[in-house]
């Protein structure tokens, strides 16, 4: 394997992220363990051009994107770094930051060559753009996977919109507003992930990969190879609630969703209205138009209506407040806005959406 490049992070003495070629691959390893691999502006940056750059090189028939060390794919962007940027005012990063990562997460699902997220440990927020949202997702029995930003006044963003609302019935819903974290079966069930492996057998995989030959479809030896590594080894948990999310999830309005949950006398639902009265309320409710609206959207106009809502929400106080709970001082108990979604305005709530100045929406091409 011969190393080509890497980006320097400003988190640690070590590259944030490792460019490589091995036969066929090249190789994305997100390279900074000690924060679960989290994304920063400069290595989305560093994978944009790298992929770019692989476009065209004819030595590259297959990408593939795994995390350092045996916890994390990669638990999502540097939020604490957005933090301190909304503390000192930095504008700038909190345009850049977004703008470019979805820039990101557009170019992977249009990416030429075969693209491979080996999702081997936690994989959530950030982590899932650049993952998800590209032709093979790969899960194993290390897998952690959610979307939990609502519980941080966020929603989920990279792309949620669209990819939740592809999930079957009223899964994607439930994912998002709860943040629940599922684990290999769950991904395979709801379309999150295409494959399912063990940890060990990933070195032989990318083993094969790296021997793919000139001259055949790249897309088709992929598959091929990953579908020989595949392994369905037992059902998970959404399968067995399907009918109850779809039901209790399936409203006209977030308002209803409470509503449901509070009538029905199951332990699930309990549970479920128990952690979602932990979350943002006015994060919940953008998050449930979000899922909605995307369902009649492609993801690049997903990723825009996305941007807006990003570019509201980070010059709104419960993000702030909810960094602070989890990622600052930890004390997990944030002080919401709102004391319940029965105090969001739907107006609040629209005004989200609206159209930002011409020169500030979203432009996904480079």
């Known amino acids: 394997m011969s190393s080509e490049n890497a980006t320097s992070s400003s988190h640690d003495n070590e590259a944030s992220v490792v460019f490589s070629k091995d036969g066929a691959i090249g190789h ?3 390279n900074r363990p000690k924060a679960l691999n989290a994304l920063d502006l400069p290595m989305v940056d560093a994978i944009t051009a790298k992929l770019r750059a692989w476009e065209t090189d004819p030595t590259v028939a297959v990408v593939v994107i795994e995390g350092a060390g045996e916890k ?12 301190d940027a909304r503390q000192r005012d930095d ?5 850049a930051f977004y703008r470019r990562e979805y820039r990101l997460n557009h ?19 950030g982590g899932v753009g650049v993952s998800v949202n590209g032709r093979f997702r790969v899960v194993t029995e290390r897998t952690l996977f959610a979307m939990p930003e609502t519980g941080i006044g966020f929603f989920p963003d990279v792309g949620g919109g669209y990819f939740l609302s592809r999930c079957p019935g009223e899964v994607g819903m439930y994912l998002g507003l709860t943040g629940a974290r599922i684990k290999a079966a769950d991904c395979i069930y709801a379309g999150l992930a295409t494959h399912r492996t063990q940890s ?3 070195a032989s995989l990318k083993g094969e990969l790296a021997k793919i030959s000139e001259g055949g479809d790249d897309f088709v030896a992929v598959q091929r190879i990953l579908d020989e590594h595949h392994s369905d080894d037992g059902a998970g948990i959404l399968g067995s609630v399907r009918s109850e999310v779809d039901d209790l999830f399936g409203s006209e309005t977030v308002s209803d969703v409470f509503a449901r949950l509070d009538t029905s006398r199951s332990d699930f639902a309990r549970e479920t209205a128990k952690i979602l009265r932990t979350k943002s309320p006015i994060a919940v409710a953008v998050t449930f138009d979000q899922i909605r609206q995307a369902r009649d959207m492609t993801l690049a ?7 807006r809502l990003s570019q509201r929400t ?5 993000l702030f407040e909810g960094v602070r709970a989890v990622i600052v001082d930890k004390d997990h108990s944030p002080k919401w806005q709102h004391a319940d979604i029965g105090q969001v ?22």
């Open 72 to 83: 994390a794919f990669c638990a999502g962007g540097d939020i604490r770094g957005l933090y």
């Open 91 to 95: 504008e700038e990063l909190l345009d």
């Open 28 to 30: 994305i390893l997100l």
């Open 314 to 318: 980070v010059r709104k106080p419960d």
């Open 107 to 125: 170019y992977i699902a249009n990416y030429p060559k075969p693209y491979v997220a080996l999702m081997d440990g936690i994989t959530m927020g």
């Open 345 to 366: 305005d739907p107006r609040e709530v629209a005004a989200y959406f609206d159209l930002l100045p011409e020169d500030k929406e979203l432009k996904l091409q480079f």
């Open 200 to 202: 060990e057998n990933i």
């Open 301 to 307: 106009q997903d990723l825009m209506m996305e941007f």
